[in-house]
Protein backbone atom coordinates (compact mmCIF):
# COMPACT_ATOMS: atom_id res chain seq x y z
CA UNK A 1 0.00 0.00 0.00
CA UNK A 2 1.40 3.45 -0.99
CA UNK A 3 2.34 5.21 2.04
CA UNK A 4 -0.34 8.17 1.07
CA UNK A 5 -2.71 5.52 0.54
CA UNK A 6 -2.19 4.68 4.38
CA UNK A 7 -2.12 8.02 5.71
CA UNK A 8 -5.64 8.87 4.54
CA UNK A 9 -7.39 5.98 5.88
CA UNK A 10 -5.88 6.04 8.96
CA UNK A 11 -6.80 9.87 9.05
CA UNK A 12 -10.22 8.76 8.34
CA UNK A 13 -10.59 6.91 11.55
CA UNK A 14 -8.40 9.16 13.77
CA UNK A 15 -8.46 12.49 12.24
CA UNK A 16 -5.89 13.99 10.73
CA UNK A 17 -4.32 15.76 14.09
CA UNK A 18 -4.11 12.60 15.33
CA UNK A 19 -1.61 10.85 12.31
CA UNK A 20 2.13 11.65 12.17
CA UNK A 21 4.05 10.90 9.07
CA UNK A 22 6.64 13.48 9.24
CA UNK A 23 10.38 11.87 9.14
CA UNK A 24 11.43 13.76 12.35
CA UNK A 25 8.05 12.29 14.06
CA UNK A 26 8.76 9.25 12.85
CA UNK A 27 12.26 9.25 14.26
CA UNK A 28 11.21 9.78 18.03
CA UNK A 29 9.77 6.47 17.76
CA UNK A 30 11.93 4.60 16.33
CA UNK A 31 13.71 3.40 19.98
CA UNK A 32 13.21 3.09 23.32
CA UNK A 33 15.81 3.10 25.58
CA UNK A 34 17.58 0.22 24.33
CA UNK A 35 20.04 0.16 22.05
CA UNK A 36 17.12 -1.59 19.25
CA UNK A 37 16.75 0.41 16.25
CA UNK A 38 13.83 0.15 13.59
CA UNK A 39 12.09 3.23 11.56
CA UNK A 40 7.69 3.20 11.62
CA UNK A 41 6.12 4.26 8.45
CA UNK A 42 3.59 6.29 10.16
CA UNK A 43 2.18 6.83 14.16
CA UNK A 44 -1.35 6.91 14.98
CA UNK A 45 -2.73 8.44 18.16
CA UNK A 46 -6.45 6.96 18.98
CA UNK A 47 -8.67 7.80 22.17
CA UNK A 48 -10.57 5.03 22.18
CA UNK A 49 -11.03 1.51 22.07
CA UNK A 50 -13.56 2.59 18.98
CA UNK A 51 -10.79 3.53 17.32
CA UNK A 52 -8.37 1.03 18.10
CA UNK A 53 -9.93 -1.74 16.59
CA UNK A 54 -10.76 -0.13 13.67
CA UNK A 55 -7.11 0.24 13.21
CA UNK A 56 -6.71 -2.92 14.23
CA UNK A 57 -9.06 -4.66 11.56
CA UNK A 58 -7.52 -2.16 8.18
CA UNK A 59 -4.39 -3.20 9.44
CA UNK A 60 -5.52 -6.81 9.08
CA UNK A 61 -6.85 -6.99 6.09
CA UNK A 62 -3.72 -5.62 4.52
CA UNK A 63 -1.25 -7.46 6.37
CA UNK A 64 0.49 -3.97 7.90
CA UNK A 65 2.24 -4.40 11.33
CA UNK A 66 0.85 -2.46 14.20
CA UNK A 67 3.47 -1.92 17.63
CA UNK A 68 1.94 -0.88 20.66
CA UNK A 69 3.74 2.11 22.70
CA UNK A 70 3.41 3.51 25.92
CA UNK A 71 5.94 5.99 27.44
CA UNK A 72 8.46 4.63 25.03
CA UNK A 73 10.87 3.45 28.48
CA UNK A 74 11.55 -0.26 27.70
CA UNK A 75 15.15 -1.32 27.85
CA UNK A 76 14.49 -4.71 25.64
CA UNK A 77 13.20 -2.92 22.37
CA UNK A 78 9.73 -4.21 22.95
CA UNK A 79 7.93 -0.86 21.53
CA UNK A 80 10.01 -0.68 18.78
CA UNK A 81 8.63 -1.25 14.93
CA UNK A 82 11.43 -3.36 13.85
CA UNK A 83 9.55 -4.42 10.73
CA UNK A 84 7.88 -0.84 10.51
CA UNK A 85 4.40 -0.17 10.00
CA UNK A 86 1.88 1.59 12.32
CA UNK A 87 2.98 2.60 15.67
CA UNK A 88 0.42 2.68 17.70
CA UNK A 89 0.72 5.50 20.73
CA UNK A 90 -1.34 4.55 23.53
CA UNK A 91 -0.53 7.84 25.80
CA UNK A 92 -3.35 9.49 24.68
CA UNK A 93 -6.03 6.83 25.92
CA UNK A 94 -5.21 8.26 30.08
CA UNK A 95 -8.12 8.42 31.83
CA UNK A 96 -9.45 6.74 35.34
CA UNK A 97 -12.45 5.99 34.18
CA UNK A 98 -13.95 4.25 37.83
CA UNK A 99 -12.13 4.39 41.38
CA UNK A 100 -14.09 2.08 43.18
CA UNK A 101 -12.28 1.66 46.20
CA UNK A 102 -15.03 -0.04 48.52
CA UNK A 103 -13.87 -3.00 46.61
CA UNK A 104 -10.32 -2.09 46.33
CA UNK A 105 -10.10 -1.88 42.68
CA UNK A 106 -9.72 0.60 39.84
CA UNK A 107 -10.42 0.80 36.23
CA UNK A 108 -8.34 2.46 33.88
CA UNK A 109 -7.27 3.35 30.18
CA UNK A 110 -3.70 2.49 29.35
CA UNK A 111 -1.85 5.44 29.29
CA UNK A 112 -1.49 6.64 32.63
CA UNK A 113 1.21 7.00 34.15
CA UNK A 114 1.81 4.93 36.77
CA UNK A 115 2.99 7.31 39.17
CA UNK A 116 -0.38 9.94 38.34
CA UNK A 117 -2.37 6.59 39.42
CA UNK A 118 -0.62 6.90 42.80
CA UNK A 119 -1.17 10.52 43.23
CA UNK A 120 -5.03 10.26 43.28
CA UNK A 121 -4.61 7.24 45.18
CA UNK A 122 -2.86 8.62 48.21
CA UNK A 123 -5.27 11.19 49.47
CA UNK A 124 -7.30 8.33 50.31
CA UNK A 125 -5.40 6.37 51.60
CA UNK A 126 -4.25 3.71 48.69
CA UNK A 127 -1.80 2.77 46.82
CA UNK A 128 -0.68 0.40 43.27
CA UNK A 129 1.86 -1.78 44.52
CA UNK A 130 4.22 -1.87 41.34
CA UNK A 131 6.84 0.37 41.79
CA UNK A 132 9.32 0.30 38.85
CA UNK A 133 12.26 2.90 38.59
CA UNK A 134 10.34 4.68 35.61
CA UNK A 135 7.08 5.20 37.42
CA UNK A 136 7.04 8.97 37.01
CA UNK A 137 7.00 7.95 33.37
CA UNK A 138 5.78 4.51 32.49
CA UNK A 139 2.44 4.45 31.48
CA UNK A 140 0.13 1.52 32.54
CA UNK A 141 -0.93 -0.09 29.64
CA UNK A 142 3.51 -0.85 29.36
CA UNK A 143 4.03 -2.00 32.27
CA UNK A 144 0.84 -4.62 32.29
CA UNK A 145 2.19 -5.43 28.92
CA UNK A 146 5.74 -6.27 30.20
CA UNK A 147 4.58 -7.50 33.69
CA UNK A 148 6.73 -4.58 35.22
CA UNK A 149 7.50 -4.84 39.02
CA UNK A 150 10.29 -3.32 40.47
CA UNK A 151 11.94 -2.34 44.62
CA UNK A 152 8.87 -3.77 46.32
CA UNK A 153 8.01 -6.95 44.15
CA UNK A 154 9.88 -8.84 46.86
CA UNK A 155 6.78 -8.27 48.98
CA UNK A 156 3.84 -7.22 47.01
CA UNK A 157 4.79 -9.26 43.60
CA UNK A 158 4.30 -7.93 40.09
CA UNK A 159 2.00 -6.17 38.04
CA UNK A 160 0.08 -9.97 37.18
CA UNK A 161 -0.82 -9.75 40.37
CA UNK A 162 -3.03 -6.76 40.22
CA UNK A 163 -4.80 -7.19 37.53
CA UNK A 164 -8.16 -8.18 37.57
CA UNK A 165 -9.33 -7.72 33.83
CA UNK A 166 -8.28 -6.40 30.46
CA UNK A 167 -9.82 -5.19 27.40
CA UNK A 168 -7.98 -6.07 24.65
CA UNK A 169 -8.16 -5.26 20.89
CA UNK A 170 -7.46 -8.59 19.20
CA UNK A 171 -5.52 -8.71 15.62
CA UNK A 172 -8.68 -8.44 13.72
CA UNK A 173 -10.15 -6.05 15.61
CA UNK A 174 -12.22 -7.78 17.68
CA UNK A 175 -12.94 -6.23 21.08
CA UNK A 176 -12.77 -9.02 24.01
CA UNK A 177 -12.96 -8.30 27.97
CA UNK A 178 -11.09 -10.85 30.06
CA UNK A 179 -11.10 -11.56 34.09
CA UNK A 180 -13.58 -9.94 36.42
CA UNK A 181 -14.14 -7.22 39.04
CA UNK A 182 -14.15 -10.36 41.42
CA UNK A 183 -10.87 -11.42 43.39
CA UNK A 184 -11.06 -14.41 42.08
CA UNK A 185 -12.67 -16.58 39.77
CA UNK A 186 -12.14 -19.63 37.52
CA UNK A 187 -14.42 -19.82 35.26
CA UNK A 188 -12.33 -20.88 32.24
CA UNK A 189 -8.99 -20.33 30.72
CA UNK A 190 -6.81 -17.47 32.72
CA UNK A 191 -6.82 -15.01 29.80
CA UNK A 192 -5.83 -12.03 31.57
CA UNK A 193 -2.80 -13.68 32.87
CA UNK A 194 -1.99 -14.89 28.99
CA UNK A 195 -2.23 -11.01 27.44
CA UNK A 196 -0.19 -9.48 31.12
CA UNK A 197 3.65 -9.92 29.91
CA UNK A 198 2.81 -10.69 26.32
CA UNK A 199 4.24 -7.46 25.24
CA UNK A 200 1.54 -6.63 22.84
CA UNK A 201 2.14 -9.79 20.65
CA UNK A 202 -1.00 -11.24 21.52
CA UNK A 203 -3.61 -7.93 21.35
CA UNK A 204 -3.69 -4.22 22.40
CA UNK A 205 -4.69 -3.33 25.90
CA UNK A 206 -7.24 -0.58 25.81
CA UNK A 207 -8.78 -0.86 29.65
CA UNK A 208 -7.96 -2.43 32.40
CA UNK A 209 -9.69 -3.40 36.47
CA UNK A 210 -6.53 -3.16 38.77
CA UNK A 211 -6.81 -4.05 42.55
CA UNK A 212 -5.03 -1.37 44.67
CA UNK A 213 -3.89 -1.70 48.48
CA UNK A 214 -4.56 0.25 51.94
CA UNK A 215 -1.09 2.25 52.16
CA UNK A 216 0.74 1.03 55.78
CA UNK A 217 1.11 2.38 58.27
CA UNK A 218 4.61 2.98 58.75
CA UNK A 219 7.60 2.31 56.75
CA UNK A 220 11.41 1.69 58.15
CA UNK A 221 14.16 1.82 56.27
CA UNK A 222 17.50 0.22 57.39
CA UNK A 223 21.47 0.07 55.05
CA UNK A 224 23.59 -2.45 55.90
CA UNK A 225 27.17 -2.84 54.64
CA UNK A 226 29.06 -5.19 53.72
CA UNK A 227 33.07 -6.32 52.29
CA UNK A 228 31.85 -7.59 49.06
CA UNK A 229 28.44 -8.38 46.75
CA UNK A 230 28.87 -12.01 47.99
CA UNK A 231 28.21 -11.92 51.41
CA UNK A 232 25.56 -9.75 51.00
CA UNK A 233 23.56 -12.41 49.29
CA UNK A 234 24.43 -15.05 51.72
CA UNK A 235 22.62 -11.96 54.17
CA UNK A 236 19.37 -11.69 51.60
CA UNK A 237 19.07 -15.43 52.17
CA UNK A 238 19.33 -15.89 55.58
CA UNK A 239 16.70 -12.94 56.28
CA UNK A 240 13.85 -14.08 54.03
CA UNK A 241 14.46 -17.37 55.65
CA UNK A 242 14.31 -15.53 59.54
CA UNK A 243 10.32 -15.64 58.57
CA UNK A 244 10.24 -11.39 57.60
CA UNK A 245 9.47 -10.44 53.81
CA UNK A 246 11.08 -6.87 53.74
CA UNK A 247 8.65 -4.80 51.05
CA UNK A 248 12.22 -3.90 49.24
CA UNK A 249 15.26 -5.45 49.27
CA UNK A 250 18.03 -3.69 47.26
CA UNK A 251 21.77 -4.09 46.24
CA UNK A 252 24.15 -1.45 45.48
CA UNK A 253 27.89 -2.37 44.73
CA UNK A 254 31.05 -0.61 45.13
CA UNK A 255 30.90 0.92 41.81
CA UNK A 256 27.37 1.60 42.02
CA UNK A 257 28.29 3.15 45.72
CA UNK A 258 30.83 5.59 44.32
CA UNK A 259 28.74 6.27 41.11
CA UNK A 260 25.97 7.63 43.16
CA UNK A 261 27.98 9.67 45.45
CA UNK A 262 30.28 10.99 42.95
CA UNK A 263 26.22 11.78 40.95
CA UNK A 264 25.04 13.80 44.41
CA UNK A 265 27.98 14.27 47.45
CA UNK A 266 25.90 15.35 49.95
CA UNK A 267 23.83 11.42 49.38
CA UNK A 268 26.94 10.20 51.42
CA UNK A 269 26.15 6.77 50.81
CA UNK A 270 28.65 4.41 53.55
CA UNK A 271 31.48 3.22 51.08
CA UNK A 272 31.50 -0.41 51.31
CA UNK A 273 32.41 -3.62 48.92
CA UNK A 274 28.06 -3.55 49.10
CA UNK A 275 25.15 -2.13 50.58
CA UNK A 276 21.71 -3.80 51.11
CA UNK A 277 18.69 -1.17 51.36
CA UNK A 278 16.00 -2.91 53.45
CA UNK A 279 12.46 -1.76 53.68
CA UNK A 280 9.84 -2.97 56.01
CA UNK A 281 6.70 -1.71 56.44
CA UNK A 282 2.78 -2.38 57.82
CA UNK A 283 1.96 -1.33 61.49
CA UNK A 284 4.22 0.06 64.22
CA UNK A 285 4.48 -3.24 65.85
CA UNK A 286 5.26 -5.19 63.09
CA UNK A 287 7.93 -2.69 61.51
CA UNK A 288 9.85 -2.72 64.73
CA UNK A 289 9.91 -5.92 65.12
CA UNK A 290 10.81 -6.69 61.07
CA UNK A 291 13.62 -4.21 61.64
CA UNK A 292 15.20 -6.34 64.62
CA UNK A 293 14.54 -10.01 62.32
CA UNK A 294 16.81 -8.14 59.65
CA UNK A 295 19.66 -6.94 62.09
CA UNK A 296 19.45 -10.39 63.78
CA UNK A 297 19.63 -12.20 60.51
CA UNK A 298 22.12 -9.63 58.98
CA UNK A 299 24.29 -9.46 61.90
CA UNK A 300 27.27 -12.04 61.39
CA UNK A 301 27.95 -10.89 57.75
CA UNK A 302 27.63 -6.92 57.64
CA UNK A 303 30.65 -4.86 58.46
CA UNK A 304 27.95 -1.81 59.56
CA UNK A 305 24.21 -1.85 59.79
CA UNK A 306 21.56 1.39 60.74
CA UNK A 307 18.64 2.24 60.28
CA UNK A 308 17.05 5.48 58.99
CA UNK A 309 16.52 7.95 61.91
CA UNK A 310 13.34 9.87 60.20
CA UNK A 311 11.30 10.12 57.15
CA UNK A 312 13.92 12.19 55.54
CA UNK A 313 16.68 10.12 55.59
CA UNK A 314 14.54 7.36 54.38
CA UNK A 315 13.23 9.44 51.69
CA UNK A 316 16.88 10.34 50.72
CA UNK A 317 17.91 6.47 50.68
CA UNK A 318 15.22 6.15 47.94
CA UNK A 319 16.19 8.77 45.83
CA UNK A 320 19.56 7.96 46.04
CA UNK A 321 18.06 4.40 44.46
CA UNK A 322 16.52 5.87 41.99
CA UNK A 323 19.44 7.74 40.84
CA UNK A 324 21.35 4.89 39.61
CA UNK A 325 20.28 5.01 36.15
CA UNK A 326 21.56 8.65 35.53
CA UNK A 327 24.98 8.11 38.18
CA UNK A 328 26.06 5.20 36.74
CA UNK A 329 27.77 6.91 33.69
CA UNK A 330 29.78 9.79 35.54
CA UNK A 331 32.25 7.09 37.08
CA UNK A 332 33.97 7.76 33.18
CA UNK A 333 31.90 10.61 31.17
CA UNK A 334 34.23 8.58 28.20
CA UNK A 335 31.72 5.74 28.38
CA UNK A 336 27.56 5.65 28.10
CA UNK A 337 25.45 3.00 30.12
CA UNK A 338 24.62 0.39 27.38
CA UNK A 339 20.90 -1.99 28.70
CA UNK A 340 22.27 -5.03 27.39
CA UNK A 341 22.22 -8.49 29.86
CA UNK A 342 20.86 -5.90 32.56
CA UNK A 343 18.07 -8.09 34.20
CA UNK A 344 18.76 -11.48 34.95
CA UNK A 345 16.67 -13.62 37.92
CA UNK A 346 17.79 -16.27 39.43
CA UNK A 347 16.89 -18.78 42.61
CA UNK A 348 17.17 -16.90 45.85
CA UNK A 349 19.56 -19.54 47.07
CA UNK A 350 21.43 -18.89 44.13
CA UNK A 351 22.35 -15.36 44.51
CA UNK A 352 25.93 -15.81 46.41
CA UNK A 353 26.79 -17.83 43.74
CA UNK A 354 25.91 -15.58 40.65
CA UNK A 355 27.19 -12.66 42.17
CA UNK A 356 30.44 -14.54 42.23
CA UNK A 357 29.97 -15.33 38.89
CA UNK A 358 29.45 -11.66 37.69
CA UNK A 359 32.51 -10.54 39.09
CA UNK A 360 34.14 -13.45 37.14
CA UNK A 361 32.68 -12.46 33.75
CA UNK A 362 33.83 -8.99 34.52
CA UNK A 363 37.67 -9.85 35.29
CA UNK A 364 37.41 -12.42 32.20
CA UNK A 365 36.33 -9.50 29.80
CA UNK A 366 38.41 -6.58 31.45
CA UNK A 367 35.01 -5.10 31.98
CA UNK A 368 33.57 -3.17 35.17
CA UNK A 369 30.39 -4.42 35.51
CA UNK A 370 28.12 -2.66 38.36
CA UNK A 371 25.69 -4.60 39.83
CA UNK A 372 22.12 -3.29 41.38
CA UNK A 373 18.75 -4.28 42.00
CA UNK A 374 16.02 -6.18 43.36
CA UNK A 375 17.87 -8.72 45.18
CA UNK A 376 15.09 -9.56 47.36
CA UNK A 377 13.49 -11.81 44.86
CA UNK A 378 16.35 -12.65 43.21
CA UNK A 379 16.55 -9.94 40.35
CA UNK A 380 20.14 -8.48 39.18
CA UNK A 381 21.12 -5.71 37.32
CA UNK A 382 23.72 -5.98 35.53
CA UNK A 383 24.99 -2.66 34.27
CA UNK A 384 28.33 -1.81 31.77
CA UNK A 385 29.50 1.13 30.31
CA UNK A 386 31.49 1.35 27.21
CA UNK A 387 33.05 3.74 24.71
CA UNK A 388 29.87 3.54 21.97
CA UNK A 389 32.63 4.48 19.35
CA UNK A 390 34.84 1.12 19.94
CA UNK A 391 33.59 -1.77 18.05
CA UNK A 392 35.80 -3.77 19.92
CA UNK A 393 33.97 -2.70 23.36
CA UNK A 394 31.00 -3.18 21.70
CA UNK A 395 31.78 -7.09 20.80
CA UNK A 396 33.24 -7.71 24.50
CA UNK A 397 30.05 -6.38 26.13
CA UNK A 398 27.89 -8.23 23.67
CA UNK A 399 30.29 -11.40 24.84
CA UNK A 400 29.98 -10.24 28.71
CA UNK A 401 26.01 -10.27 28.33
CA UNK A 402 25.53 -13.40 26.80
CA UNK A 403 27.71 -15.28 29.24
CA UNK A 404 25.58 -13.51 32.01
CA UNK A 405 22.76 -14.65 30.47
CA UNK A 406 23.58 -18.09 29.70
CA UNK A 407 24.77 -18.65 33.06
CA UNK A 408 21.26 -17.54 35.07
CA UNK A 409 19.89 -20.04 32.82
CA UNK A 410 21.88 -22.68 33.80
CA UNK A 411 21.22 -21.98 37.61
CA UNK A 412 17.51 -22.06 36.70
CA UNK A 413 17.00 -18.50 36.52
CA UNK A 414 15.86 -15.83 34.03
CA UNK A 415 17.33 -13.41 31.31
CA UNK A 416 14.75 -11.04 31.72
CA UNK A 417 13.23 -10.48 35.49
CA UNK A 418 11.04 -7.14 34.17
CA UNK A 419 12.33 -5.04 31.60
CA UNK A 420 10.80 -8.05 29.07
CA UNK A 421 12.05 -9.92 26.14
CA UNK A 422 11.27 -7.85 23.23
CA UNK A 423 13.81 -8.34 20.54
CA UNK A 424 16.75 -7.22 22.31
CA UNK A 425 16.78 -11.05 24.37
CA UNK A 426 14.82 -13.33 21.96
CA UNK A 427 17.18 -15.29 20.88
CA UNK A 428 17.32 -17.09 24.50
CA UNK A 429 13.93 -17.93 24.92
CA UNK A 430 14.43 -21.05 23.28
CA UNK A 431 17.12 -21.97 25.54
CA UNK A 432 15.16 -20.62 28.46
CA UNK A 433 11.64 -22.01 27.74
CA UNK A 434 12.29 -25.04 25.73
CA UNK A 435 9.34 -26.89 24.23
CA UNK A 436 7.02 -23.79 26.29
CA UNK A 437 8.12 -21.84 23.73
CA UNK A 438 6.05 -23.75 20.95
CA UNK A 439 3.23 -23.12 22.73
CA UNK A 440 3.94 -19.70 22.85
CA UNK A 441 4.30 -19.73 18.82
CA UNK A 442 1.46 -21.85 19.10
CA UNK A 443 -0.75 -19.35 20.62
CA UNK A 444 0.34 -16.30 18.72
CA UNK A 445 -0.80 -17.89 15.64
CA UNK A 446 -4.07 -18.79 16.59
CA UNK A 447 -4.65 -15.37 18.24
CA UNK A 448 -2.48 -13.35 15.17
CA UNK A 449 -2.54 -15.70 12.43
CA UNK A 450 -1.41 -12.53 9.76
CA UNK A 451 1.57 -11.97 12.39
CA UNK A 452 0.54 -8.22 12.69
CA UNK A 453 1.22 -7.40 16.12
CA UNK A 454 4.29 -6.26 16.88
CA UNK A 455 6.10 -8.67 15.24
CA UNK A 456 10.07 -9.63 15.49
CA UNK A 457 9.66 -10.12 19.83
CA UNK A 458 9.96 -12.32 22.26
CA UNK A 459 11.16 -15.47 19.96
CA UNK A 460 7.43 -16.18 18.25
Same mark, same amino acid.
Given at each position: MQKSDLLENLQEIVGKERVSASAAELYCYSCDASQVRGMPDIVVRPVSTGQVSKILRFAYENEIPVTPRGAGTGLAGGCVPVEGGIVLDMSSMNRLLEMDLD? @??VVVEPGIVQEKLNDVLAPYGFFFPPDPGSSAMCTLGGLIANNGSGMRSVKYGTTRNYVLGLEVVLADGTVINTGSKTSKSVAGYSLTDLFVGSEGTLGIITGAILKVRALPKERSVLLASFEDPELAGKAVVKVLSS?? &? %?? !????LDRNIIEAINTYDPNIGLPRAGAILMFEVDGTQNTVREGIEMVKDACSSLATSIRAASDKKERDEIWAARRLVGAAVSRLDPLRTRVYVGEDIGVPIKELPGMLHKVSEISKEFSMPIMTYGHIGDGNLHTGMCIDMLDEKEWDKLNRAADKIHRTAIEVGGTVTAEHGVGSARAEYMGLE?? /?? @? $??? &? @?? =? =? !? @? $? %? /??ILNPGKMGV
Open positions: N @LQGI &I %PS !ACEILG /RG @L $DVM &I @LI =K =K !A @L $D %P /RG
